[in-house]
């Protein structure tokens, strides 16, 4: 019986360790249909914004739209509030929903 529990406790860790693999602190990091590098900003950090910008500049897109974006590191902002700075991957669309710390 402790056999079969030790093994379906390892068995869930490692379901749960894969299906957290591509979750980055900013948001979740997905392959991209073309393998070219989106953004979707999906959190306006809770309707709190006025214009969101992305390195400095205005961001066009819709909330859940993806847009076009460089690999590498980025800021986006909203508002009066500073930077929050995040990364992309190359080949991914990064699904941004956390501005927290």
Not at 2 to 24: E, Q
Not at 48 to 73: F, M, S, T
């Amino acid at each position: 019986m402790h056999l079969v529990a030790s093994t379906l406790v390892a068995v869930s860790t490692g379901i749960l360790a894969v299906g957290c693999s591509d979750r980055d602190l900013r948001g979740k990091a997905v392959a991209s249909p073309d393998g070219r590098t989106y953004l979707v900003i999906d959190d306006d950090n809770g309707g709190n914004c006025g214009a969101l910008k992305v390195d400095g500049r205005e961001w066009r897109y819709q909330l859940h739209a993806p847009g076009a974006i460089e690999p590498g590191v980025h800021a986006v902002s909203c508002g009066k509030g500073g930077d929050t700075r995040f990364a992309v991957r190359p080949g991914t669309t990064l699904h941004f929903d956390y501005w927290g710390p």
